[in-house]
């Protein structure tokens, strides 16, 4: 065989190897949110992260996109509550599948690489899961605490039902992101009653602040009665205060008074003298009893008061002023005889 013949042999060969390789080689394009499931003669051989796969002459493998964004279950349900209330809800369960190779690898040898196969599993497990949170809630307790609710369904979810068993979201190897309730819908019957309740609520709540504002009025009146009573008080002491005073002090003036008139006879004479005119000025003529002190007398009578004698004791009980006795006119000079 000369040389051109063998060189067409040549490249008849490599063209022949270059379409096997090309028939048979294997090229994935893995985009972000996936991971690749390589296998090989039906057992997985590795995991492919996000890139270009690409193997020659591989007629017995093959990669199988896995998805493993977060993806959104919604259930609606007919449960019953703790307190015998049937009643229709709605959830809403983000997951998404986990990302470790052994978990991949695990995940699609029991699952595969479908998402409607794992989504079908999840559903059941989402409706048990449903199903046990509603018992351990009344109705109203269901609708005022939708947290706690959704709280008890991803508990169920995640957590493992006894020693040695694993929890739903780890026999789908998956990670439960977050639960929601989404709606409770309740009879009109019910719905009534919780209107009714809602009402009376209202109500109590006005009536207790009522009972705060009067409460608080009364505490406020109250105090401020103490305060006046307290004022009152202090203005009483010191009007009590000032008459004590004034009384300590004219007693003082008095004493003196005493002490200067009997050390001095004449001092003493001329206020009986003063008092004398003071009472005579309105020209009238007073008869006084002779075992009177006259100083005493007069001296009350110009202040104001009266002293009643006792003649048979001596002493002199005061009283309230008294008007004097009617005075005697006196008589008209009978005429000089011539």
């Known amino acids: 065989m000369n040389i051109a013949g063998r060189t067409v042999a040549i490249v008849f060969v490599l063209l022949i190897i270059i379409g096997l390789g090309a028939a048979t080689a294997r090229f994935v394009q893995v985009d972000e949110g996936q991971r690749g499931v390589i296998i090989t003669s039906g057992a997985v051989e590795g995991i492919q992260e996000p890139g270009v796969f690409f193997r020659p002459f591989a007629p017995l493998t093959r990669v199988e996109i896995l998805n493993v964004r977060r993806q959104t ?14 009643y229709d809800i709605d959830i809403q369960v983000d997951y998404s599948r986990k990302t470790d190779p052994e978990s991949i690898r695990q995940m699609y040898g029991r ?45 169920n979810l995640t957590t493992a039902p006894g020693q040695g068993q694993e929890s ?8 439960i992101e977050a639960v929601k309730v989404l709606d409770i819908k309740v009879s009109d019957d019910y719905a009534r009653l919780l209107s ?22 009364q505490a406020n ?12 008080l202090t203005q009483e002491k010191g009007r009590t205060a000032a008459a004590l005073e004034a009384a300590s002090r004219e007693a003082q003036v008095r004493a003196i008074q005493g002490r200067y008139w009997r050390e001095n006879p004449e001092l003493f004479d001329l206020r ?14 007073w008869f006084i009893d002779p075992n009177t002190n006259l100083t005493l007398l007069l001296n009350q009578m110009a202040t104001g008061t009266t002293v009643i004698p ?20 006196p008589a008209e000079p009978a005429p000089a005889t011539p």
């Open 73 to 86: 279950r919604q259930i609606s349900q007919n449960v019953a509550s703790s307190d015998k209330q049937l």
């Open 272 to 285: 009986t003298r003063e008092l004398m005119v003071e009472m005579l000025k309105n020209g009238n003529i």
């Open 196 to 217: 009714e309740k809602a009402n009376l609520e209202v109500q109590i709540e006005t009536e207790e602040r009522r009972r705060q504002q009067i409460e608080a009025q």
């Open 310 to 329: 006792n003649p048979s004791s001596g002493q002199r009980t005061p009283s309230q002023p008294e008007a004097p006795a009617a005075p005697v006119t």
């Open 111 to 155: 699952l595969g690489a479908s998402d409607e196969s794992l989504n079908l599993q999840l559903d059941g497990f989402i409706s048990d899961a449903l199903k046990s949170a509603s018992t351990g809630f009344t109705l109203d307790q269901a609708l005022s605490d939708r947290g706690g609710f959704a709280q008890r369904i991803r508990n």
């Open 168 to 175: 739903p979201a780890d026999q789908l190897f998956v990670v």
């Open 221 to 232: 009146n109250l105090f401020q009665a103490e305060q006046e009573a307290k004022v009152a």
